[in-house]
């Protein structure tokens, strides 16, 4: 057994000090690029059919003003109207879609009240928003 030590031989290191740089450098890279690509996609699921005709889908809007005047279809609505008229949509098509535009000032329970009421007709929704300046 040889217990003296080796003072020549040549230790094998390995730095990886470099590689979290680039690591770094590369995850910064993708998320800014991914980001830049389309901001504003909304990705929606559409329905898929097997025997390929085409499936009625309507879409009506639904808007809210900063003075809490309720419009569907640029028809003025009284919340309280609200939904039977949506329900006289609904019977009309077999899918609907509300498109939501409300102003930036309405208070968060304005909306709710709306995404309740869809949801009790089995509506879906998506809410319009505008471009980043």
Sequence with gaps: MNLRKRHGRISAEVHTSAMNDIMFFLLLFFLIASAITNPNVIKLLLPKSSS????????ISVTISHDLKYTVNNKP???EDLQTTLMGYKSKTTELTIV???DRTVAIQDVVQVMDIA?????????ATEPKS
């Design 100 to 102: 939501l535009g409300v």
């Design 52 to 59: 390929g005709q085409a499936v009625s889908k309507k879409t």
């Design 77 to 79: 609505v009284r919340v």
């Design 119 to 127: 949801q009790k007709l089995n509506i879906k929704m998506v809410l």
